[in-house]
């Protein structure tokens, strides 16, 4: 499984059931470009675990606004619909994966 797109229809959906990783992030964002293949690592590794979702800020403005959403990269971590973590610009992977990891 990979890192998979939504906007905001989808939204709701993709985060409702479940450990749901979502990647706020923008095309011109560079610290974005970077955490994205470190993303896709740990939706590979993590599948069973979790789903991976990426949803850029610019194309989907409320649901940015909805969780205060100010810097970028932005990772929010959601269980069965309510965000319960969040990490904020690029951090390496073991970084990631240990927030991932504390919320399954």
């Given amino acids: 499984m ?6 905001a229809p989808e939204f709701e959906a993709a985060i409702s059931k479940g450990v749901v990783v979502v990647d ?10 970077m955490l994205a293949p470190v993303l896709e690592e740990l939706s590979e590794e993590m599948s069973e ?15 940015a606004l ?8 932005y990772v929010a971590v959601f269980k069965d619909g309510v965000k319960v973590d969040e990490s904020i610009g690029f951090v390496p992977k073991p970084q990631l994966q240990a927030v991932i990891e504390r919320n399954l």
């Fill in 24 to 33: 706020f992030n923008a095309t011109w964002c560079g610290p974005c470009k």
């Fill in 49 to 63: 675990k979790a789903a991976f979702y990426a949803m850029d800020v610019d194309d989907n403005q409320g649901v």
């Fill in 66 to 73: 909805r969780f205060s959403i100010s810097s970028i990269p």
């Fill in 2 to 7: 990979s890192v998979k797109k939504i906007d």
